[in-house]
Structure formats: structure tokens, C-alpha cells
């Protein structure tokens, strides 16, 4: 027996070991439950037989009797609660065996490399991991092969389709395939379904609009599962830490050589993720478009990535392999559905699109996205400056916003209490009553249990508001000040020496001059705003050529 065999063999045992205690603990706090009707049971057995007799020993009996029903009540009220709450599902999109036939067949052979059973399913998540997840429980069976002893369904992460290689994406898929095969010993699946049961008890007992009849139950139940998965959170921890050890070391067998490289792709791929969503997908989202090909957006981000750090040639010869998402049938379709599950995960946008949320693609983006947003804030800036009686720059017409407005009202009101803080605060309060008043935000019926299930990936992960995964903090007014002069400066800039918009696929928006990108904006506008010196925003207008008299168009 080779040593892999035998750190797979101990890894395994030590996770039965680990299942056993968990299901030992379950059979402690049942054997508890009983133990009152035990005790009535003895007491009424010795009174038929003539021993323990008498008025008092009558009394004992049937207090014991009656503390016993009231347990017994008790215990099957819990067992009812954790037996019916139902587990929150990953929102991700499922991929059918008849899109994905190249897909299934690559999981099937290397579930049978690996020796272990095949996943049931495969779904995609918009994000850079992959899972095995128990999708057993009755509340989330979906299609007519799906029974309490179905394999987990294997989640994918959705950038690994698009930015791996067919062999990087089996090399890092075989340690989690490799998972089903402790996940198919009854002591560990048991143990885990007992363990996420309580979790579930607990959600349930916390979610809000139950009432006062059906709360206080569900409050008790959750208290005493509360109780339990204190109990069993050590062990469970280790459990699935010795599942993972055990299944990373059957999976060193199939492509370990590629493993290592493939991780180095795992860590590239977060990177361009994170990058795209809060650089460039944000942006979208919070104008009411959502980018439809963000999977594919991702390989743009990391070959200019790779482009930056001259690392083109490396990058050059792996591209030319067979990308993963040739896999798919419809990889776009894949990826419009990824796209929109990751705005409403990550931003909280409605389910389906609308005249206040539509599909946007990369050709569009500049745009329907930048220069709408630049104009957008800048106009908002205006509003904010026309409510606090900042009078216009341009006597002649006071109608038109220029720059020169904006720059004198800041200019030399740096410090503590000066204008900008002001107009700060009024743009924070603008921005949060727009946001507050966007139709559809969060999606219909989310939460709702049964509703749109068939349709909804969100509705069978629970009640919680969106977006359940904030990209980022809300910004400060400061910030927002910034942006908005940011934007301003962008608007003349386009409308008076011929800049565009344009996309960086790793900063976002980009004002292009003569071609180029400007990235050297930020310092002078954080120097009005914040020291209200502007001087080397000044320089900037005059370098770019920018007239900041001249009337803006705004939205």
C-alpha cells in the first residue's frame, strides 16, 4: 500500500471517527428525551407487580408520567422542527446534462479514475470556487432523479469555464469530485445531515414574521438546536477537514503534475473576478445596466493583466489550448445567466430585466454605461448645488452647468466645516433617496418559500435581504464628492476637447484623450476637493485642453 493509500485510508477514518461522535451526541440528547418515560415506565411496572405501593408512590408515578408526555412533546416538537426546516441552497445556475454533454462526461471519467461515485448535477456559481453541495432534503429536490440518496451536485465555479484550459479545469476539480466518496458513507452522511438540519432550525427560528403562536415553538426548537450544534461544532469541523484531507490525497493520483499550475490559475482567476466586479461591473449595476458577459469579460481582464506584467508570450501559448467553456453547448447563454445572478448576489438587482435594468454588452459599454454615468453624477452635482443656492457661473444664461461653477464653489473651502462637507452631505443624501426609491431592488418574492422556486436560484437560500455579498462599504460623502467632480471634469472633457469614454478591463470607466487613457485625474480632484486647492486640477484643464466656461450636456 502506497502512502497516499494510506493517508486516504486514515483520512477517511479519522472522518467516520469524527461522524460517530456527532451521531453520538444525537443519541445522547434522544436518550435524554427518553429517560423520563423510562423512569415512568419502571415506576407503573413496579406498582402492577405490588412493590413501590401507596398514596405517595402513586404520585410519584404520575408526576413521572406527566413530565414524561410533556418531554416527549417537547423532543417531537424539536425533531418535527429540525426534520422540516429547510437547508439554504447556493444560488447558482443549473446546467443540464443536455447543454453540457462534454461537461458530464469529463465529471464522469474522472469519477471513475478517482473511484468514487459521479456528482448527481452540475450547477454554476459567479464565483472562483467549487463545492460539493448535499441537495437531498425534499424542500430542494428538483426533476424526477433527485432522491434522499442522490449524490451531491457539483458547483462550479463560473470564471474557471472561461479562463481555464479543459485540462487545468479537471486537475482542479478532481480533489472536490474526489469529495463524493466519503460523502456516500451513511455514518458521514447522516452526521451531516443531522448537523445541517440544526443550522437550518436555528434560520428558521430567526426569521422574522412568524407571530407569536408559531414563533414561540419555533424559538424554543431553535434554542435547543442552538444548543446541540454548540456541542457538535468541534467535531464537525474536523469531520469535514479529515473529508477534505482524505479526498485531496485520492485525488493526487489523476493529473498532479498539472494541479500545481492549475492553482496558480485558481489564484489569477480571483484576482480578474475581483477586479471585474468592483472596477467595472459595479459601476453598471448601479445604473441600472448589468454587463451580460462578465465570464468572458474576465479572460480581457487577466490578458491585459498579463499584457501589463510582460507576461503576453506565457499567456499567448496557454490561450491557444481549449477553453474550458467549449464544454457548454451555449456558453454564451451559461454566461448571461452567471452575469445576472452575480448582479443580484452581489448588488441586488431585480430577476428579470426592465426598462431601469438591462443587458449590456462590452461594445456598449462606454456608452450606455460610462458616459451616462458621468453625466448622471454630474447633473446630480448641479441639482445638489441649485438646492443649496450656489449661484451659476454664467451670468449670461444661468441655465448652463458649467465646471467653473463647481470648481469656484470649492475652491479655497478646504477644512472642517467648509462648503464641500456641505455639498458632500447633500450628494450622500441624493445618492441614498435614488438608490432607496430604484424599482425591483432585490427581486420578486424573494424569500418567499415555493414561490418562483422552479425559477428563482435566490429563493431557496433564504430570507435575507440583498445583495447578500456587498462588494464594497457604502462610500463615504467625501468619496462620492470626488466622484462626481470626477465626473464633471469627464463631461467637459468630452464635450469640449473631443475625449471619449472609454473601458479599462482592470480600472473600469476611462477617459481616452487622443486615443489614450488618462489615469493621472484622481490627484487633482482629491486636491479641490478635500484641500480645496485648484490649482493642479487647473493644470490638468489646460494640459488636456479642456474649457471649463463651456455649457455641459447633461442627462
Known sequence: MSGIDVGEELGARAAQARALSLLRIRGRALAVAILPAAVAVVLFAAGAQGHLAGPAWDAVRWTVLAVAV????????????????????????????EGAPDLYRLVRDLADRLDVPAPSAIALTPDCDSWLEDRTHRALRRGAGAGADAAPVLVIGSPFLWWMRVAELRAVLAPVVAGTGPSAHPDIAAARRFVR????????AAAPGRGAVRGAPLAFAGWVSRLLLRACRGHAAEMERCVAAAASMRAQTVDHGLRISAQEQVGLAYAGWDRLLTRVALPAWRMGRWPSRLDAGVVAALTELSRRDRLADDFALRLGERPACDLLEEPGVADEAASLL???????????????????????Y???????????EAARLHRVLDTLGVPRA??????VPTLARVMEHLSGSGGPGC?????????????????????????????????GAADDPLDLWGPGPLPL??????????????????????????????????????????????????A??????????????PDPLLSWLAEVGVRSDKPVRLV
Open 70 to 97: 410533556l418531554v416527549l412533546l417537547v423532543t417531537v416538537l424539536v425533531a418535527v422542527s429540525v426534520a422540516r426546516a429547510r437547508p439554504a441552497m447556493s444560488p447558482t445556475v443549473p446546467v443540464p446534462e
Open 197 to 204: 438540519g440544526l443550522d437550518a432550525s436555528i434560520a428558521d
Open 342 to 364: 452575480a448582479a443580484r448576489l452581489f448588488h441586488g438587482g431585480p430577476a428579470e430585466s426592465g426598462p431601469g435594468w438591462a443587458p449590456v454588452d462590452w461594445q456598449q
Open 366 to 376: 462606454p456608452d450606455e454605461v460610462v458616459d451616462r454615468k458621468w453625466r448622471t
Open 394 to 399: 454664467t451670468a449670461a444664461d444661468p441655465a
Open 419 to 451: 462648503p464641500g462637507e456641505e455639498l458632500a452631505a447633500g450628494i450622500g443624501a441624493a445618492v441614498a433617496r435614488e438608490e432607496a426609491e430604484a424599482p425591483g431592488r432585490g427581486g420578486p418574492q424573494h424569500g418567499v418559500p415555493g414561490a
Open 469 to 518: 455579498f456587498p462588494l464594497q462599504p457604502p462610500r463615504t460623502g467625501t468619496e462620492l464628492l470626488a466622484d462626481h467632480v470626477a465626473a464633471m471634469v469627464c463631461c467637459a472633457a468630452v464635450d469640449t476637447a473631443g475625449a471619449a469614454p472609454g473601458l479599462d478591463w482592470l480600472d473600469g470607466p476611462a477617459l481616452l484623450v487622443g486615443g489614450e487613457r488618462r
Open 520 to 533: 493621472d485625474l484622481t490627484t487633482p480632484v482629491l486636491s479641490l476637493v478635500e484641500d480645496g486647492d
